[in-house]
T-cell receptor, first 111, second 113 residues
Framework: QKEVEQNSGPLSVPEGAIASLNCTYS??????FFWYRQYSGKSPELIMS????GDKEDGRFTAQLNKASQYVSLLIRDSQPSDSATYLC???????????FGAGTRLFVKA | EAQVTQNPRYLITVTGKKLTVTCSQN?????MSWYRQDPGLGLRQIYY???????DKGDVPEGYKVSRKEKRNFPLILESPSPNQTSLYFC????????????FGEGSRLTVL
């Protein structure tokens, strides 16, 4: 089992819909979780971090964490074509110095 | 402007010819790290550094060396490049001193023939 798993996609949603991106992780003691967005040909950029169970909202983005199920998700409301990118889930190890990335989910938002 | 700068951005080289990819950050970050990104494999950590003169291996360190003599610089050295090191390389730094909230450079695309 990979340490951080994501559905590679592509996930295709119409403009204005909710895009739901999922990530599972294997290290039960992980404490912090991050979502990065990577446009084609560009470097990853941090868009969300979450540390506690529940939801964290930032504009159109909501991160959801369930530590018991070892599951973290990212919801994008009112999806826009500019949201089309690859979304990477990242989980640092217990010490925090090594970060494991999922392979990423490609999202296409159709106008 | 806060940034992580990598050079070169693009490089084609031949097997066995030593090369160095430089990385510099102007944010006074303690933590820096190198990743490689390959299709289907995602980002994999090569080496990281917690501070000056403190480095450690990531998940794929074979064939690479690093050094951290100054806080702002973290070069990646390929002593004898091989074709399986053809990849897109990213340098990143972190404000928090740990590996979570990373600020990435623009990437260096390396081709080894």
């Amino acid at each position: 089992q990979k340490e951080v798993e994501q559905n590679s996609g592509p996930l295709s949603v119409p403009e204005g819909a909710i895009a739901s991106l999922n990530c599972t992780y294997s290290d039960r003691v992980s404490q912090s979780f991050f979502w990065y967005r990577q446009y084609s040909g560009k470097s990853p950029e941090l868009i969300m971090s979450i540390y506690s169970n529940g939801d964290k909202e930032d504009g159109r983005f909501t991160a959801q964490l369930n530590k018991a199920s070892q599951y973290v998700s990212l919801l994008i409301r009112d999806s826009q074509p500019s949201d089309s990118a690859t979304y990477l889930c990242a989980v640092p190890n217990t010490g925090g110095f090594k970060t494991i990335f999922g392979a990423g989910t490609r999202l296409f938002v159709k106008a | 402007e806060a940034q992580v700068t990598q050079n070169p951005r693009y490089l084609i080289t031949v097997t066995g010819k030593k090369l160095t990819v430089t990385c510099s950050q102007n944010m006074n970050h303690e933590y820096m790290s190198w990743y490689r990104q390959d299709p289907g494999l995602g980002l994999r950590q090569i080496y990281y550094s917690m501070n000056v003169e403190v480095t450690d291996k990531g998940d794929v360190p074979e064939g690479y060396k690093v050094s951290r003599k100054e806080k702002r610089n973290f070069p990646l050295i390929l002593e004898s490049p091989s074709p399986n090191q053809t990849s897109l390389y990213f340098c990143a730094s972190s404000l928090g001193g740990r590996g979570g909230e990373l600020f990435f450079g623009e990437g260096s695309r390396l081709t080894v023939l």
